[in-house]
């Protein structure tokens, strides 16, 4: 992702070799333990988000478009 929405971004949320951790912001267990099986279940051992302060979220490319939708339920609570 580029380094200008990173430091934008009101949430980051990062999957590296099989972890998922919000380095940015703040989530509830569940949000992040939803995220973690998702991206086990399509397995996605890299990822990032970004939730920006407007609620606007940005995948990497490596998530589908598929799964864009859900990810945002997910994080919507």
């Not at 333990?33 to 490596?62: Q, R, Y």
Request: with cysteine; hydrophobic share 45%; charged share 15%.
């Amino acid at each position: 992702m580029r380094w200008m929405k990173n430091i934008g971004a009101a949430t980051s949320i990062v999957r590296r070799e099989g972890q998922t951790t919000c380095l940015k912001g703040k989530l509830m267990q569940w949000q992040l333990d939803a995220l973690t099986e998702l991206f086990h279940i399509e397995n996605l051992t890299n990822a990032e988000i970004l939730v920006s302060h407007a609620g606007l979220a940005t995948f990497s490319t490596n998530i589908p478009p598929s799964l864009h939708q859900r990810i945002r339920n997910i994080l919507a609570g």
